[in-house]
């Protein structure tokens, strides 16, 4: 069946470092995969998605990368920054719904 | 501005009661979902319905309900059958192969 994982479940970096967060998904049928970021009681808003007719996107300090023979996409954050602190979700669409990992708690620490 | 609205954003509610999530989206979208999470952990699908008055049951359906009478609305009921309902509900929308699109949430206590 449909399955994403996560890796890591919590990251802490130091203020200025890079952060790296790893998906792998089981079925080769999905063709879009993005990237949430939930703070504390709200709810998750997209920072950046990649389609599989390409292989890397960025988007100032964010990026993200797909290797479909793998089945696996990261998402890389640089600099970091207190602000980037926050549970980090990847998705997989399988076409009439989505399929999310179980989130990453990546905490920057000044 | 163009959004989805959630409410109540806190609601309680003693066992053996059901009570109704309201969603309302005006981004003109066809799809909507409705996910539970609860305390570090992802989003598990409810229910999802691609078009008006057409849904189907998601991974954890039993306990839920619910109705798409209008496009711009998808209220999810929480019923007495559903044995452990306090978590946090998100609704979503997406209009075909674009991105999800998420409310505030709702956060559901059972005293």
Same mark, same amino acid.
């Given at each position: ?17 890079s ?5 792998t998904?089981?079925?080769? #049928? ?32 964010? #990026? &993200? ?14 600099e970091?920054?207190p602000?980037d602190s #926050? ?16 989130g990453?708690?990546?905490s &920057?620490?000044? | 501005?163009?959004?989805?609205? !959630?409410? /109540?954003? @806190?609601?309680?509610?003693? $066992? ?7 969603? $309302? !989206?005006? *981004? ?6 409705? @996910?539970?999470?609860? /305390?570090?952990? %992802? +989003?598990? *699908?409810?229910?999802?319905? =691609?078009?008006?008055?057409?849904f ?6 039993? %306990? ?8 711009e609305?998808f /209220? *999810?009921?929480?019923?007495?059958? =559903? ?6 509900? *998100?609704?979503?929308?997406?209009v075909?192969?674009?991105? +999800?699109?998420? %409310? $505030? %949430?709702?956060? +559901?206590?059972? +005293?």
């Amino acid at each position: 069946g449909e399955n994403v994982e996560q890796h890591p479940s919590t990251l802490s970096v130091q203020e200025g470092d890079s952060a790296v967060i790893k998906c792998t998904y089981s079925d080769s #049928a999905s063709n879009y995969f993005p990237w949430y970021k939930q703070e504390l009681g709200k709810g998750p808003q997209l920072i950046i998605d990649i389609r599989s007719n390409v292989g890397e996107k960025k988007d100032q300090r964010i #990026a &993200v990368t797909l290797n479909k023979t793998a089945k696996h996409f990261s998402l890389h954050i640089t600099e970091t920054q207190p602000e980037d602190s #926050a549970v980090y979700f990847c998705a997989a669409d399988y076409g009439q719904n989505f399929v999310f990992g179980p989130g990453t708690r990546l905490s &920057v620490l000044p | 501005d163009g959004g989805i609205t !959630q409410s /109540p954003k @806190y609601l309680f509610r003693k $066992e053996g009661q059901n009570v109704t999530l309201s969603c $309302e !989206q005006n *981004l003109n979208h066809d799809a909507m979902y409705w @996910y539970r999470q609860d /305390p570090g952990q %992802g +989003l598990r *699908l409810i229910y999802y319905s =691609q078009i008006v008055n057409d849904f189907q049951k998601g991974d954890i359906a039993e %306990g839920y309900s619910v109705s798409r009478e209008k496009k711009e609305s998808f /209220p *999810l009921t929480v019923t007495s059958a =559903q044995k452990n309902p306090t978590a946090f509900y *998100l609704c979503a929308s997406r209009v075909n192969t674009g991105e +999800l699109c998420f %409310g $505030e %949430g709702s956060r +559901l206590t059972v +005293l």
